[in-house]
Structures are given as C-alpha cells and as structure tokens.
C-alpha cells in the first residue's frame, strides 16, 4: 500500500487518507525492521485477517463508497458530514466496559480488543433503512468471544450498547438531533449469533473514524441503524435496553428492526433498495439476505408486531 508523506497532499482524497494511528505504525515498523513488527502488532493484526466463510460473493464496494457516503450522526446527518467532520475524533487510547448481569464484569483496552479473537474478514451486505445498500469486508470476530469471556448470568437477557459521548470531538452532539449518548441493543441469541461481529476494520486496514473508530457492532441482517459505532459501553441487562431511534420515533423504529420487504417504514417502502453505485434498484431480501441462517432466532414471532 501506498504510504504518502504529510507533506506531500497532492491529489489525496479524504477516503485515501490512511488512518493517522496506523500511519504513525507503519512508519515505525519501517524504521525499525523486523523490531518494528512488535510494536505495531495492532496495525498489522489489522491487515492479516482470515477470509471467512461467511463473506458474501457479491461485488464490493469501493473504499471511496465505504468512507464517504455514512450515517453517523454524531458527526452531523449529512451523508458527507461523517467523512468531512470526524478528522479530531481521538480513537486511542479506547476501553470498553463490560457490565450488567455478567459473571465477570471487565474493561478492556482496544489492544485487549484487538487480540480478543482471530481476527476475520467478513464481506456482508448492509441496508439502511433509508433503502440504500453496500457490501463492505469488515476485518473482526464474534460478539459471542466477548460475551463468553464476561459469562452472562441467567438474567443477562439483552444486551445494550452505547457509544461514546464527547461533544468537543463529535460536533453533531452539541446539537440534540438524537438523545446522546447513541444506544442500541440486542436480544442475547441475536448477539451470540455468530453473524454479528464486532469489527475493528475493513478493506485491510483499521476502522475510519467515520464507520465507527475503533470498534462497533456489525449485525448484517438488521437495519443498519442497529450497527452502533464507536463502542465504550456494554451492558447485559434482562429487560430489553431503551435504544436511541426507538426513543426518537417508536413508531419508525422498533427494537429489532430486522431486514424486512414486507414491513414497511412509514415513510418509505421497504420493498427494495438501492446498491450504492448501481443505477437500477434490486428487491429487498428477508432478514437481507441472511435468514437460512438467522430466521430460526424468530420462529414464532409477529415481526409486523414485533417490526
Ligand atoms: N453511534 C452511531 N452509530 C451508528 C449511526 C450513528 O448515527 N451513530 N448510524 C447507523 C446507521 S443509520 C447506519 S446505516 C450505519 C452506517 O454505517 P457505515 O457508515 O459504516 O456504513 O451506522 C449505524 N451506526
Ligand atoms: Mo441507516
């Protein structure tokens, strides 16, 4: 990969902009050789990521698509203002603090993090609920590696997710567009489906800032609201977590929110979508295209009810 120098800006587009923590790495490491190697474990650990068997074949998106066009509204609701504006959000140093109905409540540093588990890439389809899609290769692992580690109690139910609050480095929570700090949650078989990841990084490389720095959730087969950025708290609770969209328009946005064409939102169609960068729409799968693998997690229930 290429490795442009700070003074040397020409031409570089904000998507090709490595990430300042891994640049600093890599320079490193060439500086030093083999050495090098030791001190930039995180970076590298990154990059060397097994394929798994739960990618996608479908086409990938560009980077450009990836890290330009995002929904992180801590950085403004522009789908440019992610890109544009998060280029002083400060991804390290970073902990996650695991707490709630769990045997061993613990807070992990990202390095802690990104040793975790093996580290895989995962190339999974995403549909917003806006009616827009990509396929993005995520680099992470199991949600399931880090709950077993805590041990979840018999009363761990659900589990809630929040993502940082820091108005100084994230403009769009100095306005109140959506209660801060941003909060999600899951049912504890969906977090413990092997499907929903965390992930530290994508296209090879660590996490920009704009798709969630340096940690997040990704859950495929649900809208792409419910795959929170920018992790520093996870709790387990037994009765099902408040979540930010839920509370900003409970008729809009249910709990599960699972990939549906025949749901639709209120103010749009579910029907189909949108593949960011192709002109024609194509229809929308149930559960995106996952439910061989994640429709069992649902038998039984009303998803018009439960939507
Ligand atoms: N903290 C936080 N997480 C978030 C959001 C957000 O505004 N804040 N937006 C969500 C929405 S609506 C989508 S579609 C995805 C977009 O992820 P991406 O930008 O990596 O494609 O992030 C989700 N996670
Ligand atoms: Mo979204």
Redesign the pocket.
């Known amino acids: 990969m290429l490795i442009r120098r700070p003074d040397d800006p020409d031409g570089i587009l904000p998507s090709d902009i490595t990430p300042r923590e891994l640049y600093l790495d890599r320079r490193r490491f060439l500086a030093l050789g083999a050495a090098g190697a030791l001190m930039s474990a995180d970076a590298l650990a990154a990059l060397s990521a097994k394929k798994s068997l739960y990618s996608t074949a479908e086409k990938i998106n560009p980077l450009k698509d990836?890290t330009s066009y995002?929904?992180?509204?801590?950085f403004g609701t522009d789908k440019e203002d992610?890109a544009a504006y998060s280029g002083a959000f400060k991804p390290r140093p970073w902990t996650v603090a695991v707490d709630g109905e769990v045997m061993k409540p613990r807070t992990f540093s990202i390095d802690e993090l990104l040793k975790l588990a093996p580290l895989e890439e995962r190339v999974y389809r995403?549909r917003?609920?806006e009616g827009w899609s990509?396929v993005?290769p995520w680099i992470g692992y199991p949600l399931s590696a880090l709950l077993k580690l805590v041990q979840p109690t018999s009363r761990g139910k659900y589990v809630a997710f929040e993502?940082v609050m820091r108005p100084n480095e994230m403009p769009g929570q100095r306005s109140r567009v959506l209660a801060w700090p941003?909060r999600e949650g899951l049912r504890i078989d969906e977090a413990m489906h092997p499907l929903a990841i965390l992930a530290v990084g994508l296209y090879g490389d660590v996490l920009p800032n704009?798709?969630?720095a340096p940690i997040r959730l990704v859950v495929p087969w649900k809208y792409?609201?419910k795959?929170?950025?920018?992790i520093v708290k996870i709790r387990l609770t037994e009765k099902p977590p408040a979540t930010s969209w839920n509370l900003a328009a409970p008729d809009e946005y249910g709990f599960y929110s699972n990939v549906n064409p025949n749901v639709d939102h209120p103010r749009w169609s579910q029907a189909r979508e949108r593949r960011i960068g192709e002109f024609f729409k194509r229809d929308t799968l149930p559960f995106n295209g996952y439910g061989a693998q994640v429709a069992q997690l649902y038998r039984g229930m009303d998803l018009k009810v439960h939507f």
């Open positions: 990836i995002n929904n992180f509204y801590e992610p995403m917003c609920v990509m993005i993502t941003y704009q798709n969630g792409g609201f795959s929170i950025k920018s």
